[in-house]
């Protein structure tokens, strides 16, 4: 992809510099010189350094008259390298990332980008003229240096603050020898810190644009042809970074409006069908009664976003800008997703242990219970487990108990990868990284449960599977679970009155050995303080089968990890094959291919 149609898909026809390297008339290096006069000595020949110390001592506008008038007495081609040497020391005594930009390569990017004469700004000359360049400036792109020399080291900020204050529709991104190609984005992180508490009057850090390129693109490319590469990654991110601010500030009223009309229907809705429909229903369902609700605003938001971005004209030009810009490539290959990624995607498929146990939710498909803390120690690991099971059949109901007895419980095992053909079939990965690791199913030794003693979980806000001597009925519970929780508790306080455990109804899973050597049964434990992270934690009398519930995987996710364990249990198998060569590998499990054992 050329550069000019990289400024074609930006919809890009004027390019406007803003950089204190146009400060090339004697004025404006003055000003520049006298406002670092330790980097300007180290820059200046004798007639600059002995005018300087001449202005220091000399009160009124004389001094710098005169340093001024060594400034015009140069030739041009003096100033410039005054100036280039000015920029060298201030590199050098900031400890600059990357160097500042060359004459040459400024020159070429003026030449490559079509930069007139007269878009070439000082900071002093944007202050002026960007008011009326917002006016009009869709088809503009903006470079900023993020560094004035001898003032702010972050006015190129406070040039795209007053772009979005004068609401500037143009591509802007922020030039910088601050950072390197390998750590734009975490300038890019903190100067949005910057921002916080800084910029509230018109817009908020979350709504601004804010894209940083290092200086070091440009500088360390060989020639022009590198150069334009450079300046193609760098209107690419610009691009980018635009785009999705204005899908998001497209979006952003919309969604509000859509929250106003899902909640203006909700209140249309008479009390006899509200109490039907809404209350009734979920408790005959054994969910919350604000279920209906939370689906409906949900489902509002989303319908109403999924139409503007079909509809929009603004997000649909935004979307072809993306797609025009896909060949450029950025050179850098992301090494992980960033962490606001996998905090979507958690969201996406994951509900955490304060949501589902502070509100004492039931079991459901997709629940994941790991080894108390409490009650095993260090040795033992972090073994996980997740439930599955129909999710209909897990349900408990106001109207009735549950019929299915059992459930399957599938250890989680960590894993880089997964190697070998059985190993692949038999190991499915959860769709997401939990506590930084990638988890997988491990179907080869699941076990059944028993949902009973796992309700335990639900009577809890910590969603412990243990039952207290002194532990007392919660008035949170829905009606469903309210409806058993006797049966439930009954066998625990016997066994707590007895102080041992003898009924087989404790028997939590039909598999001993591990990794349910620990949880398999339940155990009496008397009251003790122990030592859990440095915290003195006092445990009463209880019988435990040392689980707590952390977390559950969403819907559609845990329907689609059940539907992978019954496909393998329900393959076809043959016990022999008597003809087969030994050489052959074995078949692995398809819904297409048998296995042979």
């Not at 919809?11 to 204190?20: E, L, S």
Request: with cysteine.
């Amino acid at each position: 992809m050329e550069l000019k149609e990289v400024l074609e898909a930006l919809g890009t026809d004027r390019v406007i510099w803003i950089d204190d390297k146009f400060n090339r008339t004697p004025e404006q290096l003055a000003d520049q010189l006298i406002g670092s006069p330790e980097l300007a000595r180290r820059a200046g020949n004798a007639d600059i350094n002995a005018a300087l110390e001449r202005y220091e001592f000399q009160e009124g506008s004389n001094g710098l008259d005169e340093l001024r008038q060594v400034l015009v007495d140069m030739s041009p081609a003096e100033r410039d390298a005054l100036s280039q040497a000015f920029f060298d020391a201030e590199t050098h005594a900031a400890t600059m990332a990357t160097p500042e930009l060359s004459d040459q390569v400024v020159r070429e990017t003026c030449a490559l980008l079509g930069i007139a004469a007269e878009d070439r700004w000082t900071f002093k000359d944007a202050m002026q003229k960007v008011e009326d360049s917002c006016k009009d400036d869709l088809r503009v792109s903006y470079i900023i240096d993020l560094n004035e020399s001898g003032g702010n080291d972050k006015q190129g900020l406070e040039v795209l603050k007053t772009l979005h204050q004068y609401k500037s529709k143009g591509t802007a991104f922020l030039l910088t020898h601050s950072a390197t190609t390998g750590d734009e984005a975490a300038k890019e992180s903190e100067l949005l810190g910057d921002m916080k508490g800084a910029h509230v009057a018109a817009t908020s850090d979350a709504s601004f644009p804010l894209c940083v390129v290092s200086k070091q693109r440009l500088e360390a490319a060989k020639d022009r042809d590198g150069i334009a590469h450079a300046l193609q990654i760098a209107m690419k991110r610009a691009g980018l970074r635009r785009s999705v601010h204005e899908v998001l500030q497209t979006v952003r009223g919309d969604v509000f409006s859509a929250f106003e009309a899902a909640a203006k229907k909700l209140l249309e809705i008479p009390p006899e069908q509200l109490d039907e429909f809404v209350v009734e229903r979920g408790h005959h369902e054994g969910v919350s009664e604000l279920h209906v609700v939370e689906r409906a605003i949900t489902a509002e938001v989303s319908q109403r976003v999924r139409h503007i971005f079909a509809t929009s004209r603004e997000v649909l030009a935004s979307t072809a800008r993306l797609r025009s810009l896909r060949a450029v490539r950025l050179g850098i290959e992301a090494p992980k997703a960033h962490p606001h990624l996998e905090e979507f995607r958690r969201m996406e498929v994951w509900e955490s242990s304060e949501l589902i146990n502070s509100s004492y939710t039931p079991l459901a498909c997709g629940d994941i219970f790991e080894l108390d803390d409490y009650e095993c120690g260090a040795a033992q690991g972090r073994k996980q487990f997740l439930l599955l099971g129909q999710p209909c059949d897990i349900s408990v109901r106001a109207q009735q108990d549950r019929d299915q007895e059992f459930a399957t419980f599938v250890p989680l095992v960590a894993k880089a990868s997964v190697k070998g053909d059985d190993e692949a079939g038999k190991l499915r990965p959860l769709q997401f990284s939990l506590n930084g690791k990638q988890l997988f199913c491990d179907y080869r030794n699941a076990a059944s449960v028993r949902l009973s003693i796992l309700d335990l979980a639900a009577l809890r806000d910590d969603g412990r599977v243990r039952f207290d001597l002194e532990q007392t009925e919660n008035d949170a519970l829905l009606a469903g679970m309210r409806k058993v929780i006797s049966k439930r508790v009954k066998a625990a306080k016997t066994a707590l009155d007895d102080g041992i455990v003898t009924a087989d109804n404790f028997q939590l899973s039909f598999r001993s050995s591990s990794p349910f050597s620990v949880i398999a049964r339940a155990a009496v434990k008397s009251k003790e303080t122990k030592n859990i992270d440095e915290t003195r934690i006092k445990l009463p009398k209880r019988v435990t089968w040392s689980l707590k519930r952390t977390g559950r995987v969403r819907m559609p996710y845990a329907a689609a990890l059940l539907r992978d364990y019954l496909s393998l249990q329900g393959r076809d198998a043959f016990d022999l094959d008597f003809t087969k060569d030994r050489s052959m590998k074995p078949i692995t499990s398809t819904p297409d291919a048998p296995v042979y054992s």
